[in-house]
């Protein structure tokens, strides 16, 4: 029973995995990008208050939005959608392929898979026969 073709199939999935947590995390930046801009592009709701108190045009300061803007919706899917792919990323992060990265984790991981080198037990040295005199007696 050969097991050599499950061996080739662990590489292509940690290749698959690191793709496709390369492209949530581009999708991430881009959504990112996109809902700076849109929120730079919106007027705010104090936007008309110098009109306001000048010309007396608008009845209240701060004028009440009773419709949403396409700006205001798009930015509200784009925050949904950044939601979600950090929380994928997230998920992914703590997912991280079990293959060694570097050098040095291979060798720490070669080096506790390794049997322990047997060798043949050192016989006892022998015990001095007097025990010497700690500090010479002066008399």
Do not use: C, D, W
């Not at 730079?40 to 709701?45: E, F, P």
């Not at 798009?74 to 959608?81: E, N």
């Not at 992914?92 to 570097?102: D, E, H």
């Amino acid at each position: 029973m050969s097991f050599g073709r499950f061996a080739r199939l662990r590489p292509f999935a940690i290749e698959r995995f690191l793709m496709l947590r390369g492209f949530i995390l581009a999708v991430h930046v881009l959504l990112a990008l996109m809902i700076i801009g849109l929120v730079l592009l919106q007027r705010g709701k104090g936007a008309e208050a110098g009109a306001g108190f000048g010309s007396g045009a608008s009845g209240t300061v701060f004028g009440a939005r009773g419709t949403s803007t396409l700006f205001s919706k798009l930015t509200a899917v784009f925050a949904g959608l950044f939601f979600v792919t950090s929380l994928s990323l997230a998920y992914l992060g703590t997912r991280g392929g079990t293959a060694p990265t570097s050098v040095l984790e291979r060798a720490a991981q070669a080096a506790t898979t390794a049997p322990p080198a047997t060798t043949a037990p050192q016989p006892a040295a022998p015990a001095p026969a007097a025990p010497a005199p700690a500090a010479p007696v002066n008399k």
